[in-house]
């Protein structure tokens, strides 16, 4: 094969830009931190990259799900704590004005504070996490409690179930229905309005008659907050197993794309030598000749 200077010309020129090209690159994981940047740098390793990213972004979305639920949850069990609160001042108002120490008097000032209860017991059955009623099932822009002149109250919500999403196939409610909490058994209502009826009517026998019915009341709402215990704690394992199995994955990912910056150091330092031989070599192979001025 004969060998002209265009074909030598063209050599040089070609091995050059594979050195910068390979220098170039070097530098840009240097920079990056990374070792893989485009799927033409590891084809199989990126494959690997971007498996890594989207379970990393599932994770981080779960996470996200469960911090919701534990705002929700919170609230949910810091207001069934205020209800149990009102519950138990109502039934220690009941035995204390059914005894025959009580009298009218006392009966009338003690039903007065019923009846701040009762309203009370109300504004926290309408209990809003942001813009959301959280007893109200699926209607959440909608107070689900509300009572007419009588001090008769209906709930107004649904039995829907708010769930959120834990897990591959995996979910979890959020919410406790508002009809399960105050008219499951008993109706919470209709006991506090009775007491009051009671007290302000100076009719012993009618508080006595709900004490035990606050029993149920507080029973029922013990229940209720029993189970959002249980799914706080259920949420709080799923988030530690996630934020272990996420770091587990970051570290997968570290090890498959990142740069061993060392290495690549030394590599790049190695790379300029080359490199700079490269371009000395070239110019003493490439000499201008009489014909390139003649050109």
Known sequence: MRVTNKLMADTVANNLFKNT?????????????????????????????????????????????????????????????????????????????ATGTANKQTREIAAKEMKNIYEQMLQLANTKLGSSYIF????TDTAPFSRDDDYNASYNGDKGDIRIIVGEDTSISINANGEDIFFSKVSVFDVLRDLKD????????????????LNDALGQVLKVRAEVGAKLNRLEITETYWANFKLNITEMLSQTEDADLTKAITDLTTQEAVYQTSLAISARIIQPSLMNFLR
């Open 21 to 97: 090209e390979h220098l170039l690159k070097i530098q840009n994981m240097i920079s990056s931190g990374k070792r893989i940047s485009k799927p033409s740098d590891d084809p199989i390793g990126m494959g690997k990259v971007l498996d890594y990213r989207k379970t990393i972004s599932s994770i981080d979305q779960y996470n996200r799900n469960i911090a919701r639920g534990r705002s929700w949850l919170d609230i949910t069990d810091s207001t069934l704590g205020s209800v149990d609160n009102l519950l138990m001042r109502a039934k220690e108002i009941a035995v204390s004005q």
């Open 136 to 139: 109200a099932g699926h209607k």
């Open 198 to 213: 009671g007290l302000q009517n100076n009719d012993p026998s009618a508080i006595s008659n709900q004490i035990e019915l």
